[in-house]
């Protein structure tokens, strides 16, 4: 399905040396110059964070032992009630998929001219990140604004709730004050856990132009009751009567069933998404070497074609629309998450937003982008040598010289199911190049099983290390548990495939440890240029991309 399987990796890989540097380079540094904020965090800081400390079982489940949203609707008031003031939302829940399809559904309203306020959760490089309007992040003289306009307002509210406010409630509703203050045309707000319960689940129905639930499975289990079920029951909790509802694929069918259920329950006009938008390889096209859309290699093209409700919310002349489109996120899943985003697209235009054609769609499937899902990086010094030895060939001289360092492949994947897409869509690329990874995890993820679906890259070596989630230790795995899975993971798949890849297992006390032994471990391999793959957390993507010179492709 990648436009990069229609040629050789090698070739595609080489002409990527060519582009500028200066282009490419977004160090770390740079970031968060860009966006710090010490006061405003600082304040933040003070509030309850169940995401760097665990949420409490069953927290996000439609119970007496779930999160109260009653005081979210209390804080609300006290603000003014900023949601009531957005013509047109858009919720988005699902276990995994869900960031992928809010970056989506923001550019497409961004390329129809809207002027888009997006929430999602967590962040990768800056806290600023989670408020953007426009596709660009709050800045750091808006957040603190922002704080010194309401923060008495907040202070007030927690007093009275009894210190109950948490930093993700206190945060979403600054988020949507800000939408407010900003006079946003829609809203594009992603779930932070579950659904029922969520911070974010206090949209008016007036406003609801759609309830997106992207594929459902097994994450968060004990603060979402447990079984697919009940994670699927707590998602299609932001289902609002007769409100649509777009779904995303479902892998679990007895998920797809409860969901399904409760939409017909409140009478919700579902649409399917996978069955409405679909996407076919396109034929080659040997001329977009480069361009704005980026080489062939970091983009899928293909040709998207639209049924049912969506094709007429379009008004079409025809029953199907053909189009051809590119898009920047790498994968199969990705297509998923795509169709989900333009059948939403879809459900916006029905409810007013005319602006959204399919011109808008493919210009915004084109232009999206998100940091940490199969980002593709490189060492600035091997960018520089990787250039210069393009450069050589292109003039016919000889390729010799410093041997380029591998490649650096950020994905945030934490699931089984995101492990093995992330599996998947890297053979698909490098087919046959030595991998090193580089794994970090939450201590209440399914390493072992995460493990097992990560393992069949074969990789070459596998480096554990540790990281801070959300700033703090307490939900960090460490190494020793991580190459502990490993090893349940080899013993319950049988060990190694006969001629298979013997892994080298290692520990590392941090992520930049970690990565520069793993680019060791490759260069002292010699031979096919390879590649370090950072997983398991979107924090440990963070970290990297905070500490390490990479420049992205």
């Not at 629309?321 to 879809?346: F, P, T």
Request: proline residues 4%.
């Amino acid at each position: 399905m990648l436009r990069a399987v229609q040629n050789t990796a090698a070739s595609q890989l080489a002409a990527l040396a060519v582009k500028s540097a200066a282009d490419r380079r977004f160090t770390a540094a740079h970031t968060m110059a860009s966006y710090s904020s010490g006061a405003a965090l600082d304040w933040l800081g003070r509030f309850t964070n169940y995401e760097q400390q665990g949420v409490p079982q069953a927290a996000g489940t439609d119970s007496d032992a779930g999160f109260d949203l009653g005081r979210m609707h209390r804080l609300l008031g006290d603000l003014g009630d900023p949601h009531h003031a957005w013509p047109v939302a858009a919720h988005v829940a699902g276990t995994k998929g869900k960031g992928s399809t809010v970056a989506l559904l923001s550019s497409i309203l961004l390329a129809a001219g809207y002027k888009a306020g997006a929430y999602t959760s967590p962040h990768i490089r800056s806290f600023h990140e989670r408020i953007a309007v426009g596709g660009s992040p709050i800045s750091a003289a808006s957040l603190d604004a922002l704080l010194a306009a309401h923060g008495g307002t907040v202070e007030a509210a927690h007093s009275r709730e009894a210190s109950a406010l948490s930093h993700f409630e206190i945060v979403t509703a600054l988020a949507f004050k800000h939408f407010q203050e900003q006079q946003v045309d829609v809203a594009v707000v992603e779930v932070g856990l579950g659904g029922a319960r969520d911070a974010t689940n206090v949209l008016p129905s007036a406003s609801l132009a759609a309830a997106v639930i992207t594929a459902v499975g097994q994450d968060h289990a004990a603060a979402l009751g447990g079984s697919v079920q009940a994670i699927a029951a707590a998602k299609a909790g932001i289902m609002q009567a007769g409100r649509p509802v777009v779904l995303a694929r479902q892998p679990e069918p007895a998920a797809e069933a409860v969901l399904l259920q409760r939409a017909k329950e409140l009478g919700c006009p579902v649409i399917e998404a996978h069955k409405e938008v679909q996407f076919h390889s396109a034929a080659a096209d040997e001329s977009s070497s480069s361009g704005a859309a980026g080489p062939p290699l970091l983009q899928q093209r293909l040709r998207m074609v639209v049924t049912g409700q969506t094709a007429a919310a379009f008004e079409a002349p025809v029953e199907q629309i053909e189009q051809e489109v590119r898009i920047r996120l790498l994968g199969a899943h990705q297509l998923d998450n795509a169709a989900a985003a333009v059948a939403a697209a879809a459900c916006l235009r029905r409810h007013g937003m005319r602006g959204i054609d399919m011109a808008a769609v493919a210009a915004g499937l084109a232009a999206a982008q998100l940091p940490g899902r199969f980002q593709l990086c490189q060492f600035s010094e091997d960018a520089e040598e990787a250039a210069q030895a393009a450069a050589r060939a292109a003039q016919g001289a000889s390729s010799s010289g410093a041997e380029v360092g591998p490649w650096v492949v950020l994905d945030g994947a934490h699931t089984p199911e995101s492990a093995a897409a992330l599996a998947h869509t890297l053979r698909e690329l490098f087919p046959t190049a030595p991998v090193a990874l580089v794994m970090a995890m939450a201590e209440d993820k399914q390493h072992r099983e995460f493990c097992q679906a990560i393992r069949t890259v074969q990789p070459s070596v596998v480096v554990f290390t540790s990281v801070p989630i959300a700033g703090g230790a307490a939900r960090a795995a460490s190494p020793g548990q991580l190459a502990g899975a490993w090893q349940a993971a080899a013993i319950l798949g049988g060990g190694r495939a006969r001629g298979g890849v013997r892994t080298r297992e290692l520990i590392q006390a941090s992520v930049t440890a970690a990565v520069e032994r793993a680019r060791m471990e490759l260069r002292s391999q010699r031979g096919q240029r390879g590649v370090v793959v950072v997983c398991g957390s979107l924090h440990a993507v963070g970290a990297a991309l905070a500490q390490l010179p990479l420049e992205a492709c």
